[in-house]
């Protein structure tokens, strides 16, 4: 059993000069941990030479409360409160000696909580991530996990309007959600731009959406998109008698501006919006407290996050980031499809789907979820599976990702062979038919394709969908994928 | 080209697919009554999309957990309102949900008008939008 090294508070513990952070309190193997800390994993690959409990210690003490050197300002404060403690190192399996790659050990640090300031995720961010991982004495980082305690969640507005409003509002249950982006991503003028939206909603989709980086350009302003736009989910919703949507993307160089376009779409009147990820955390959650207030759903694309949740030794996992932004208070976000053309295995994308619908999430390392999490009754996230997918594929989507999804079909509506309508015509009655099967009990992960083609007789844009894209895959191998594999025990 | 006729209501799950028969609407109740959730009968002869709140045939049936003994229900809607939209929706009461789980339409009318689109021009370019039912033209009992 590991042994804490702290040197005791006192006079050898404030002499100037250096010593390992492992003694100046960041390592605590028997630290209790309390229901109000705030807990992170992080995954570590230390230099070579610095052995993993003094790499943990460090990663805690430069999150907290440390600097590289003994300070004695340190006695101004309840400094053994405030420093975060490591309390477990564990080898990553797999790795080290005898393996391809380099040890990894994963770090679990805990976090008192009067280090952070209630709904700021900016703030939570600053003290956990903000300083780490340049650090040298650690060649790669990557923030794992974390668990917020209720304590915390509860200061968060949380998803202004969650699954089960979102569902209300729409008056759609018991299926996923379906949507398609715009195609092209650039270049269509306003009036064109609503065409596409008309088409697809009137064939069936129950949203369509801007791209990520649909703003306000040269070739369509943004004033003009949202009124096209309206006329085309107005039109769509007399012609099939449902509730329909277009996510307008209100993304812009300043909050002020951003909330001027929101304010728009309201006058519209528009159910929903959509920012990007990398307006940044504050003005997510400004945009999230303003869609509570108005009535809106509010979309999240993940732009951006690919450039560090990708790599498994570096960066952050993007579970961390569904956790943030549940917290922040988004009502949708892209977190995967596994069987189209962006990356995702179907273990890690799962765990992301959990942490965004779960009213309570158990340890499940095989999904990469490390802590036990209990949501304190904040909404829930709706996943949205974007980016690659058709048809073809609904008895793999359904069975990998559930019901409460938007599955979006972009080029698998607007690449239709017969038409954008013809498109969505397909893929609706491709989930309808599923659906149904599903309930009755068939066994859709064997039996999909042929309740595919026995609706295809009677569905023509169903058939012709089906033909177009029925050798389309995206076999790859994943770049992040479980450490953890569930393995059958001998019952004791 | 092949679109959507826009001749039907497209609410509920399985609008895009030939009306259910018994059978299919038996497999479904089993569905709900296996998680456990309780089936409920409405019937309306408003069927705008923001019309939320159609006529409830009998309250939510808690405590039936008989198959034939929902589908007996809906036909027995179907057979007073023979030419009204009726759906079969589930409740689920567990927490985290505490809502409608299912929503599928049993029956239609007949003929279904639809909607006209009204468009009342603003200030500037803004148009305010009115989904406007025609059989509501009709008062109640005499729509469809």
């Known amino acids: 059993m590991a042994k804490s090294e702290t040197m005791k508070e006192g006079k050898e513990r404030y002499k100037s000069g250096v010593i390992p952070y492992k003694k100046m309190g960041y390592w605590e193997p028997d630290y209790k941990i309390k229901d109000t800390d705030v807990l992170a994993m992080f995954r570590m690959t230390p230099q070579a030479g610095v052995e993993p409990e003094e790499c943990a210690a460090a990663v805690a003490g430069e999150s907290s409360t440390a600097t590289w050197t003994v300070v004695w300002t340190d006695r101004l404060t309840a400094c053994e409160m405030y420093r975060a403690k490591a309390y477990r190192v564990d080898l990553v399996p797999n790795t080290g000696p005898g393996t391809k790659t380099e040890a990894q050990y994963f770090a679990y640090i805990a976090y008192e909580l009067d280090l952070f300031e209630g709904g700021s995720i900016a703030n939570l961010t600053a003290s956990i991530i903000g300083n780490v991982f340049g650090m040298k004495a650690v060649k790669a980082l990557r923030l794992e996990d974390m668990r917020i305690p209720v304590a915390y969640l509860k200061t968060f507005q949380g998803p202004a309007t969650g699954v089960i409003v979102e569902r209300e509002r729409m008056d759609k ?26 088409e697809a909603l009137k064939g069936g989709l129950d949203f369509m959406k801007d791209d990520e980086n649909i703003n306000s350009q040269p070739f369509m302003h943004w004033r003009d998109r949202f009124l096209y736009c309206m006329d085309a989910v107005n039109k769509a919703s007399a012609a099939t008698g449902e509730v329909k949507g277009h996510y307008m993307n209100v993304t812009a160089g300043t909050v002020e501006e951003m909330i001027a376009r929101a304010e ?42 690919s450039t560090y949740s990708r790599q498994k030794n570096h ?5 961390v980031i569904c956790k943030w932004m549940r917290m922040a208070g988004v009502d949708h976000i892209h977190a995967g499809t596994v069987v189209g053309k962006l990356e995702g295995d179907p273990l890690m994308i799962r765990g992301y789907y959990d942490t965004l619908l779960d009213t309570h999430t158990n340890v499940q390392l095989e999904k990469g979820l490390f802590f036990e999490q ?12 974007s980016g690659g997918i058709h048809a073809g594929q609904m008895h793999q989507l359904l069975t990998y990702l559930g019901d409460d999804v938007v599955l979006q079909f972009g080029g698998g509506t607007i690449g239709h062979p017969d038409g ?12 309808e038919v599923m659906i149904l099967a599903r309930n009755e009990g068939r066994d859709i992960w064997n039996e999909g394709p042929k309740i595919l083609q026995e609706a295809a007789k009677w569905c023509g844009p169903l058939k012709a969908g089906l033909e177009t894209w029925k050798d389309v895959s995206f076999n790859y191998e994943s770049t992040d994928s479980p450490d953890f594999v569930p393995s059958t025990t001998a019952s004791a | 080209m ?5 001749n039907r209501v497209t609410q509920g799950q399985f609008s895009f697919l030939p009306d259910l028969t018994d059978a299919q609407i038996t497999a479904q109740i089993k569905y709900a009554l296996g998680k456990g959730w309780a089936l409920s009968v409405e019937y309306t002869d408003d069927p705008h999309p923001r ?41 689920s009461a567990v927490r985290g949900i505490e809502s409608v789980t299912m929503s599928y339409i049993v029956n239609r009318p007949k003929k279904e008008p639809g909607f006209g689109l009204v468009r009342q021009e603003g200030e500037g370019r803004m148009i305010r939008y009115t989904i406007h039912s025609y059989a509501t033209d009709k008062p109640e009992a005499e729509r469809y």
């Open chain 2, 51 to 91: 019309n939320t709140y159609w006529e409830m045939f009998g309250n939510p049936m808690f405590d039936l957990k008989d198959p034939a003994g929902i589908l007996m229900e809906v036909n027995n809607c179907r057979k007073t309102f023979p030419n009204h939209y009726i759906r079969v929706i589930a409740f």
């Open chain 1, 374 to 385: 209990d949501w304190a009754g904040l909404n829930k996230v709706m996943p949205v599976a």
């Open chain 2, 2 to 6: 092949m679109t959507n006729l826009g």
């Open chain 1, 264 to 305: 728009f779409a309201k006058s519209l009147g528009s159910i929903i919006i959509m920012i990007d990820l990398v307006i940044g955390y504050s003005a997510i959650q400004s945009m999230a407290v303003w869609a509570r207030k108005n009535d809106m759903i509010l979309h999240l694309h993940r732009a951006g996050n």
């Open chain 1, 420 to 431: 954008i309508q013809a498109g969505a015509v397909a893929n609706r009655t491709a989930l």
């Open chain 1, 173 to 198: 249950f018991g299926r996923p959600l379906l949507g398609a982006t715009t195609k092209p991503k650039l270049g269509l003028s306003g009036r064109n731009y609503g065409r596409v939206v008309y």
């Open chain 1, 315 to 319: 960066g952050m996992s993007f579970r």
